[in-house]
């Protein structure tokens, strides 16, 4: 295939490294045009050390002098540039035919809109986003002929067992495993003192701070659900969750004659990474093969929304409509960023969310301007909340 050129927005990342570990196998394919970071630049700097690529990014901008001088003492003809503005500019630059989507949070909605509207190969694992902004999303996508190449390793799985020519024919429903995140079978009562760091030991997957609580309360697998809604345009009664706790299958596609398609493998981001950048290719990724013998049994079960209300939440934000999942999202990076901080406990995180969409249950989202606004008052209204609660 061709060689393609890689604006890799959220190198630092947990998914950013994991896709520098695919791109790193396959010179002869790939090449690093621009990687972003949000204000770690020494991490940043030593990326670019080893990729030289075309352009660097800081969006923290306090961080870009310091990102100018480390790429001048290291001799680089690497460009620095700073901001969301910064991150536009190489989401759309003509000299990038892909970018990855590997930013935390909403603050990776505009760039992944640019990309988007630019017509790039878009590899998404930027969920938040889809979230905010999943029909302007869907939109630039159509209006921009972009490719969009789902890595969330669930959407990744049903995009593979879809029909291949992108219809929906003869589609039932959409099965998305879970696998349930470090505290699955325990009862509510159980969950009052978990601390951070018991929060982010996920059995399974080694992965970013944010998404790794997200999956301890099963908010993880809400987003994705509403995710599943804007990608696949299936309507939310035909998404449903299960719990599968070894993470092997990564989800399923149920069709009216009752054939269910599944996409299996060992729980590592890569496979779904070189899925996304080599489309309709198939790369070596460095994942080792399945060892079905040794794994011996998957086992399933259903979901318990009584200990882990979050899926539930995003499941009626969806029905709400009228932005109401722009407003859960919204108080869910606040939330979680409360908890990491030590300002919220575990089960603060649904109580917190349920609160903030009390108050605020939706709003204007016509544009990208109207959901920024939706966003930035969710998370003036959950912050308020935890202030009142401190007192
Ligand atoms: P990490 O926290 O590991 O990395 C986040 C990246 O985003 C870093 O490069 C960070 O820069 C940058 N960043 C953080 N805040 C901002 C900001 N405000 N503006 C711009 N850039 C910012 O996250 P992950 O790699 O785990 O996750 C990235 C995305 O992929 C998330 O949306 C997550 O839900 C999704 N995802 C992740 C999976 C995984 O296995 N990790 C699996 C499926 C989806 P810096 O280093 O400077 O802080
Ligand atoms: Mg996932």
């Not at 090449?31 to 970071?37: H, I, K, T």
């Not at 209006?143 to 890595?151: F, I, K, M, Q, S």
């Not at 299960?242 to 299996?264: N, R």
Request: hydrophobic residues 45%; negative net charge.
């Amino acid at each position: 295939g061709p060689v393609r050129t890689i604006a890799l927005l959220g190198a630092t990342g947990s998914i950013g490294g994991s896709t520098l570990d695919v791109v790193a196998r396959h010179p002869d394919r790939f090449r690093v045009g621009a990687l972003s970071a949000h204000s770690r630049v020494e991490e940043l700097l030593s990326l670019c050390a080893r990729f030289r690529p075309e352009a660097a990014v800081v969006t923290d901008p306090a961080a870009w002098p310091a990102l100018r001088e480390g790429l001048r003492a290291l001799g680089l003809a690497t460009r620095a540039l700073a901001g969301q503005e910064g991150l536009q500019e190489v989401a759309a630059d003509p000299s990038n035919d892909t970018v990855v989507a590997a930013i935390v949070g909403a603050a990776g909605v505009a760039s992944t809109l640019a990309a988007a509207r630019a017509g790039k190969r878009l590899l998404l694992a930027n969920k938040e986003s889809v979230v905010l902004a999943g029909e302007l999303l869907v939109q630039a996508v159509r209006e921009g002929d972009a490719t969009l190449l789902p890595v969330d390793s669930e959407h990744n799985a049903i995009f593979q067992c879809l029909p291949a020519d992108g219809s929906r024919q003869g589609v039932r429903r959409l099965l998305l495993t879970a696998s349930g995140g470090p505290f699955r079978g325990r009862r509510r009562e159980q969950l009052a003192d978990i601390s951070p760091d018991q929060a982010c030991a996920h059995p399974n997957w080694s992965m970013g701070r944010k998404i790794s609580v997200d999956s301890a309360t099963l908010m993880n697998k809400g987003l994705e659900v509403i995710e599943a809604r804007h990608l696949f345009g299936l309507p939310p009664e035909a998404i449903e969750v299960v719990v599968h706790p070894q993470s092997v299958i990564h989800s399923l596609v149920d069709y009216v004659d009752g054939s269910v398609l599944a996409q299996l493998g060992n729980p590592d981001m890569r496979t779904a990474l070189a899925h996304g950048l080599a489309w309709p290719e198939r790369i070596e990724s460095g994942v080792a093969p399945l060892d079905l013998a040794a794994l011996a049994r998957f086992d399933f079960e259903r979901p318990d929304h009584e200990a882990f209300p979050c899926l539930g939440l995003a499941y009626r934000a969806l029905a709400a409509g009228r932005g109401a999942t722009a407003v859960l999202n919204a108080a869910n990076e606040v939330a979680v960023s409360a908890f990491l901080q030590g300002r919220l406990a575990f089960l603060g995180i649904p109580d917190l969310i349920q609160a903030s969409l009390d108050v605020l249950p939706g709003g204007l989202t016509d544009s990208l301007d109207e959901l920024l606004a939706l966003d930035a008052q969710a998370r003036r209204v959950a912050e308020s909340l935890i202030d009142r609660g401190r007192r």
